[in-house]
T-cell receptor, first 119, second 109 residues
């Protein structure tokens, strides 16, 4: 079955450590995204990538880094520079763009999320 | 002012009730609108897009009012399984997707 797989589902980190969250999709989607969700707030965009070897900062990119070396994979590293990293992290991809269509579509397919807790 | 605002709820309703949520958005140039559903501690999933003329999908009806800059979601004959958080999502000019914080619905037997 096609889908998006995030790992790990739960992760505990000590302050000062970098951690990398994995996101893999076999939907053949061009675009992939990382969001962060905190209680009482909407999802906020961290980084997104519309094509292999290219990615853009979202609204809250500070303290995070990504790579997009393969179409299927879009890992997110939460660095020690991120001051408040405890959150629910969601990876998503969007359906292929139609000819002439640009930018983000409306339907995002999400992974099951990774819940990061900093101790 | 938040770009997309929703009443957080929770809305507690009995089975069979009709319930409606509103969502307001601040950017008048917003292009497209969506409702997502998110179950507790799970990922969001697209419930329905919102078309200018309004649209219906079974027990769910979505409406858009561009003049007042709000969208609504109406759920008829609520089921226990409708209990979830409903996220309003607005696609702004430049293709940015902005998520509301969500409205919690609890349907009780």
């Amino acid at each position: 079955d096609g889908g998006i797989t995030q790992s790990p589902k739960y992760l505990f980190r000590k302050e000062g450590q970098n951690v990398t969250l994995s996101c893999e999709q076999n939907l053949n989607h061009d675009a992939m995204y990382w969001y962060r969700q905190d209680p009482g707030q909407g999802l906020r965009l961290i980084y997104y990538s519309q094509i292999v070897n290219d990615f853009q900062k979202g609204d809250i990119a500070e303290g995070y880094s990504v790579s997009r070396e393969k179409k299927e994979s879009f890992p997110l590293t939460v660095t020690s520079a991120q001051k408040n990293p405890t959150a629910f992290y969601l990876c998503a991809s969007s359906i292929p763009r139609l000819a002439g269509e640009v930018g983000l579509g409306g339907e995002l397919f999400f992974g099951e999320g990774s819940r990061l807790t900093v101790l | 002012r938040k770009e997309v605002e929703q009443d957080p709820g929770p809305f507690n309703v009995p089975e069979g009730a009709t319930v409606a949520f509103n969502c307001t958005y601040s950017n008048s140039a917003s292009q497209s609108f969506f409702w997502y559903r998110q179950d507790c501690r799970k990922e969001p999933k697209l419930l329905m897009s919102v078309y200018s003329s309004g649209n219906e999908d079974g027990r769910f009806t979505a409406q858009l009012n561009r003049a007042s800059q709000y969208i609504s979601l109406l759920i008829r004959d609520s089921k226990l399984s409708d209990s979830a958080t409903y996220l309003c999502v607005v696609k702004e000019n430049g293709n940015k997707l902005v998520f509301g914080a969500g409205t919690i619905l609890r349907v009780k037997s």
